[in-house]
């Protein structure tokens, strides 16, 4: 066995859902962020490159036969270099990053491109084919943008409640106020913002050509509690959860080049992948996933949190990440999402893995060492986690 290292990471801004990107087909994102990783690592033939490997959670529209392969086409990869998609929900480009390290590791592989891509906003609406041809009655369209569709019969059925809702049942389980969940969104934003007009995430974003896009769309450096308050309950009519102080439905792609040790020569790699792990947990309390998983990763890294230095949770509910942070006691809340989340950020589902993962590798190089964990909550009930080491 050998090790593997996260070399470069690259994404574009996120976009809003319906705004900046809603004219870009989502191979076309995924192709944009492909060259600009080979672009920034000119000494890396891409001839060596032994496979792509990416993450969509929706593949029912321009997504579909194989995102990997045609963005991969559309990059101008030789057509030698293979290309794979994989699916696992939120967590598909965390699923795209361990995939890849698990072929370095065993040999499989020397050098391996891997991510995510989604646009909520181009995802289509589909109708099921009928039982028998030509039925008599009305059919219904279902949009494949977000939640179930299509849902057997014979699932529980508090098993397929809206995200939203499972997002209640933690607030309710943990005692997390409307008050806790909006102060959480607030400072998501404003350290998102900062982060930006500090730099921080410049290295690690590319524009899409022609879009104008220079930063995540969804960050509202002026959001406060008041502005917040405002906002009415989104499914509960009582609830606490709300548009604000939720991930935004959202569009983008992300890439991380993983490769074995001396793969790219003399290019240092940004960190050594020393962890990684899933877990399951029930669907109807899907955010919490990612507790086991960060805990699993960690202990096969030989870890403790008492070793971590930051952490990069997907916020994909402020309760759903406020009910994480209660399960791990020992860790300091003040670490986790130093440059803002997903709430202010975006949650493009299948490119949101390798944001986390991408951002913990560049924040290790620019701290100079240390210890990461990315780790994301998935629908229908698992986690994900990957910890990061330099």
């Known amino acids: 066995?050998?090790?593997?290292?996260?070399y470069d990471a690259v994404r574009t801004p996120f976009g809003r859902f319906g705004k900046a990107y809603a004219g870009t087909r989502p191979d076309d994102l995924a192709a944009h962020t492909i060259g600009e990783l080979l672009r920034h690592n000119p000494e890396l033939d891409p001839e060596r490159v032994d496979d792509v490997i990416l993450g969509a959670a929706n593949q029912s529209g321009e997504d579909n036969r194989d995102v990997a392969r045609m963005a991969s086409l559309l990059a101008g990869l030789p057509t030698s270099v293979a290309g794979v998609t994989v699916n696992r929900l939120c967590g598909s480009s965390?699923?795209?990053?361990i995939q890849a390290s698990r072929a370095i590791e065993t040999q499989d592989a020397s050098i391996i491109v891997a991510g995510g891509v989604e646009s909520m906003t181009r995802a289509p609406w589909v109708v099921a084919k009928p039982d028998r041809g030509f039925p008599a009655g009305n059919t219904t369209m279902q949009s494949t943008t977000l939640g179930w569709r299509f849902t057997n019969p014979r699932m529980s059925k508090q098993w397929t409640i809206s995200n939203g809702e499972s997002a209640e049942i933690l607030a309710e389980r943990y005692e997390i106020s409307r008050e806790q969940q909006d102060a959480f969104a607030v400072l998501s934003h404003r350290r998102a913002a900062a982060a930006w007009d500090a730099g921080i995430y410049d290295e690690e974003t590319t524009q899409m050509p022609g879009i104008g896009l220079t930063r995540d769309e969804g960050i509202r450096p002026?959001?406060?509690?008041?502005?917040?308050?405002?906002l009415a309950p989104a499914f509960r009519p009582d609830g606490t959860v709300t548009a604000g102080n939720a991930s935004p439905l959202t569009d983008g792609s992300s890439m991380v080049l993983v490769g074995a040790e001396g793969a790219l020569g003399e290019t240092e790699p940004l960190a050594r992948i020393a962890g990684r792990a899933a877990s399951g947990v029930d669907p109807d309390v899907f955010g919490i996933g990612p507790v086991e998983a960060a805990n699993r990763a960690l202990a096969r890294a030989g870890r403790t949190w008492a070793d971590v230095d930051f952490v990069e949770l997907n916020e994909a509910f402020a309760s759903q990440s406020l009910a994480c942070l209660k399960l791990w006691p020992e860790l300091d809340p003040e670490i986790v999402n130093v440059h803002g989340g997903a709430i202010a950020l975006g949650h493009p589902l299948g490119a949101s893995g390798g944001r986390i993962i991408g951002h913990v590798a560049h924040e290790l190089r620019r701290r100079g060492g240390g210890v990461g964990v990315a780790a994301i909550c998935i629908g229908v009930g698992q986690g994900l986690a990957v910890v990061l080491e330099r």
Do not use: I, P, R
């Open 94 to 97: 965390v699923e795209a990053v």
């Open 222 to 230: 002026d959001a406060s509690l008041e502005t917040l308050a405002t």
């Open 1 to 6: 066995m050998t090790a593997s290292y996260v």
